[in-house]
Structures are given as C-alpha cells and as structure tokens.
C-alpha cells in the first residue's frame, strides 16, 4: 500500500517559480520531490564521507572541480562522456544495490 500524499504551500523565488510552472502542473511536484530526493543523497553521501573520517570543505570541492574541467579540457569530448558515462552507470547500480555492476574504477 502506498503512503497518502501530503500537501504543501510553499514560497519560492522568482526563478524557482518559472522553473514549476515550466513543468506543468501535474509534474512540479514530480520535479520538486525528486530534486529534494537528490538533495538528501547528496547529504548522506557527505555525511558517509564525514564518518568515514574525510571532511568535504568548500575549498576542496573548488579544487576537485578545477581539476575536474582541467581533465576536461584535455581530454576529447568522446572520451570525457565516456568516461562520464561509465561513472554514472556503476552509481546507479550501487544505488539499486547491484554488486554484480563493473566498478568505476575499473580499467
């Protein structure tokens, strides 16, 4: 049996309103429950990393993300979507749970 909906009112920004009305209305609360899903992995991945002894700081994540678009930019498109592609696919298996998936580390 499926939990019952709860409605919300809520006030947003200019920007963020464009973006719900853009989805319809039937989808923005699609799109707002899956960004908020998103949101909440993101904090418990941080959380993982944090009790796992690594701290993720803002300079870091500005140093990794350099680094990242320096890959990037020598990198060809092929190669960097490839590579990209390869990532996503071995995290949404661990996040279905499938241990049979090929790790992104992998060679």
Do not use: C
Request: glycine share 4%; proline share 5%.
């Amino acid at each position: 049996m499926t939990e019952p909906q709860r409605r919300f009112t809520i006030s947003v920004p200019p920007d963020v309103s464009q973006i719900l009305e853009s989805q319809g209305n039937r989808m923005a609360s699609a799109y707002v429950t899956e960004s908020v899903r998103r949101r909440r992995r993101v904090e418990q991945h941080k959380e993982l990393l944090l009790a796992s002894g690594i701290h993720v700081t803002d300079q870091g994540v500005a140093e990794a993300r350099a680094r990242r678009l320096a890959v990037e930019a020598e990198w060809p498109s092929e190669r960097f979507e490839a590579e990209r592609a390869k990532i996503r696919a071995a995290m949404e298996a661990e996040m279905n749970g499938d241990d049979t998936a090929p790790r992104a580390d992998a060679a």
